[in-house]
């Protein structure tokens, strides 16, 4: 599997055949370089975490140019669908889909989910974060937006992920210092993935604390160049 990070909280993973992208928010992210088409090519799915603009991002343009099928909760699927989205496969938290050749799983996030309309910002269903498993390649956990939770423990359990993308910019997520203790009380994984930094000016403005923190404790921390696939 080859995971490209193209800032803030948006990935591409290129498995077999499969091109899935979660949280594509390329226009407008600051951290975000390169073309959207570059990024996008070859789309097979979308995976959103949540509603916020910030995570939803270029969903229905790329999903218009590539036919990519997208993956999210039953809210924010369907309000989609309501502005144009024609292949989809709505899901909620706890429950698990086939999407030919890999599964997903939405799993808690604690944050908050909406989407602004007209002014108003519109509550979408849950904030979650997002399992990928594929036969013979490693369990990918997208954490989404998050702060530490107890019941990551049981994520750890249950799904065993190898590989988990963790926010860790602060203000709107968990911080370095407690995404760390995240990765180090919970999860045994073989490669974690700072995100959600950087991007802003009020978020952690690089993953050095983050790298600091889990110094030591066994577990890998890969701070990727952007855009630059990385193998796992």
Known sequence: MKITWFGHSAFRLDFADKVVLIDPFFSGNPAFEGSVEKAAEGTTHILITHAHGDHVGDTLQIAKATGAKVVTN??????????????????????????????VTLVHA?????????????????????????????????????????????????HRPDVAMVPIGDRFTMGP??????????????????????????????????????DGKGTQVIVPHKTVGVRI
Do not use: W
């Not at 924010?76 to 899901?91: H, R, T």
């Not at 995100?195 to 790298?211: I, Q």
């Open 74 to 103: 039953y809210d924010l699927c369907m309000y989609l669908v309501s502005q144009g989205l024609e292949n989809f496969d709505p899901m909620n938290t706890g429950g698990t889909t086939d999407q030919g050749g890999f599964t």
């Open 110 to 158: 604690d944050h908050s989910a909406g989407l602004g309309e007209m002014g108003v910002n519109v509550p979408l269903g849950s904030a979650n974060g997002v399992i990928v498993k594929a036969q013979g390649e490693p369990t990918v956990y997208h954490m989404g937006d998050t702060d530490i939770f107890g019941d990551m423990a049981l994520i750890a359990e249950i």
């Open 177 to 214: 210092e407690v995404a760390a203790l995240a990765v180090d009380r919970y999860f045994k994984l073989k490669a974690a993935i700072p995100c959600h930094y950087g991007s802003f000016p009020v978020l952690e403005p690089t993953a050095d604390k983050f790298v600091a923190a889990l």
